[in-house]
């Protein structure tokens, strides 16, 4: 598959993306911190789709990218001609379909480009195809989990839960740190309705349990001292090493807040302007899509509390807002259709995040102490949500998997203004001093991850 050159000897290392959410733009930002870290003489190679790579390059500034790092296109696995349906789960099964294929020739055309044969493989988690990929090459095939690691241990105990997901208490008890866990919260990839065909997605990710531990390291983009002692255990007698280097696209700790003036959003601006913790920050992230009743009924619930509040809302669904409701709120709300977001987190007048519980999302409040009102939509949100409110007690999961007005309206006054309100701000904050505590062992892994690829 790949041509040995007379630069054979050199490093040459490459990272496939998975180009769905935040994945790409996660396994991103670890490879700038290896290309920032290692010998300016490993090459490094970002394999993604053509259309994933416009939307990060297009976000980040030229001067972020070492010079080091190539960007390569794969394709996307859609047939020519082909139409897609608007069914997300489409395209992303389309893309595993094509990807064993479609990541050979990806490796082939970053041999060719650099000269240089491939030395480590990366790969996120989700292309399990990727271990015999190494495997056939003789090299390092290193997997990266950015979400949380209890949703990894769900699709490595896969069949072990298909053949108990009717019994017992209705609890995930049975498996090593995920006491807490109810069978609703799985992602629906890992419980199949009867009679329904098992998607090509699904099907990978109930392989992670027989391919995982082929990997010569797993990278997690977390915190080892976030888990449950079970779950590390677990995780650590399953695979040959598991690296946690911190998470991958956030600062720890927050960098410090930029001048109000230089956000062009204006949304740090107003936020000055507000009482310490008293704004609920309102943002589903750019794949959750909010039902209609449900974005009346937050709409109702910011008018009627009276909440300061600053919602990240798309053009599109600013249009679905009940008539008035901008007027109506002028005073004490500002909608926009993008968010610095992390720096908005990071603002002292923010009291709470109301979010879809994506990992990323999750990190961002952990590391600035903000408590969390979460509507888990899809995936591995639910998990994360009784992580939030069950474990790190941090924040309150949604009543019935739909927001109501009333439950929105309690929950706001809860957060914010409760005793119980109060005993979340604390836990914020101590998880907040837990992660900056950690931040020295993530330090310590990540350098074994240089070595190791640097080794390869």
């Not at 990978?204 to 449950?228: C, D, H, K, W, Y």
């Not at 990323?360 to 949500?385: A, K, Q, W």
């Not at 790190?392 to 007005?405: H, N, S």
Request: aromatic share 6%.
């Amino acid at each position: 598959m790949q041509a040995i050159t007379k630069s054979s000897e050199e490093k040459h290392v490459v990272l496939m993306a998975f180009p769905f959410g935040s994945h790409p733009f996660s396994s991103l930002s670890l490879l700038r911190k290896l290309a920032s870290a290692s010998s300016p003489n490993i090459l490094f190679s970002f394999l993604n789709t053509a259309n994933s790579n416009h939307s990060i390059l297009s976000k980040t500034k030229a001067n972020d990218i070492p010079h080091n790092i190539k960007f390569h296109d794969v394709a996307d696995g859609v047939p020519e001609g082909h139409v897609l349906t608007g069914n997300p789960i489409e395209p992303l099964n389309l893309f595993l379909k094509a990807m064993p294929e479609n990541l050979k020739k990806g490796i082939d055309m970053a041999v060719a480009k650099t000269g240089k044969r491939i030395t480590c493989l990366l790969s996120d988690a989700f292309l399990t195809c990727a271990a015999g990929i190494a495997e056939d090459m003789n090299v390092p095939w290193i997997p990266i989990w950015s979400p949380l690691p209890c949703s990894l241990s769900a699709h490595v105990y896969t069949n072990l839960i298909r053949e108990r997901c009717g019994k017992g208490s209705g609890k995930l008890d049975f498996i090593p740190g995920l006491s807490a866990m109810h069978i609703a919260d799985l992602p629906k990839e890992v419980l199949i309705p009867a009679g329904e065909e098992e998607s090509l997605l699904s099907l990978t990710l109930s392989q992670m349990g027989s391919v995982l531990p082929r990997a010569t390291a797993i990278v997690m983009g977390s915190f080892e001292e976030l888990n449950p002692s079970p779950l590390n255990h677990d995780l650590k007698s399953k695979f040959k090493n598991v690296l946690y280097v911190g998470f991958l696209s956030i600062s720890v700790p927050a960098p410090p807040l930029p001048p109000s003036t230089s956000d062009l959003t204006g949304c740090l601006s107003w936020l000055d302007g507000q009482k310490s913790r008293s704004v609920a920050y309102v943002g589903f992230g750019t794949v959750a899509s909010l039902p209609q009743d449900e974005l009346t009924a937050i709409a109702e619930a910011l008018q009627n509390s009276g909440t300061p509040f600053l919602w990240s809302l798309s053009d599109k669904s600013k249009e679905m807002l009940p008539k008035g409701f901008l007027e109506k709120t002028r005073m004490h709300g500002k909608v926009v259709p993008w968010t610095p977001q992390s720096q908005v987190l990071a603002h002292a007048s923010v009291g709470v995040y109301v979010t879809h519980c994506g990992a990323n999302s999750v990190y961002e409040s952990i590391v600035n102490g903000v408590p969390l009102i979460c509507r888990p939509f899809l995936g591995d949100n639910h998990m994360t949500g009784r992580v939030i409110e069950e474990e790190w007690r941090i924040g309150v999961k949604v009543e019935g998997g739909v927001i109501t007005k009333s439950w929105l309206v309690k929950s706001l006054e809860l957060v914010l203004g409760d005793e119980q309100g109060k005993a979340m701000r604390e836990k914020a904050e101590a998880l907040k001093k837990v992660v900056l505590e950690a931040a020295g062992h993530a330090t310590q892994e990540f350098n074994s991850l240089v070595e190791l690829i640097s080794k390869s």
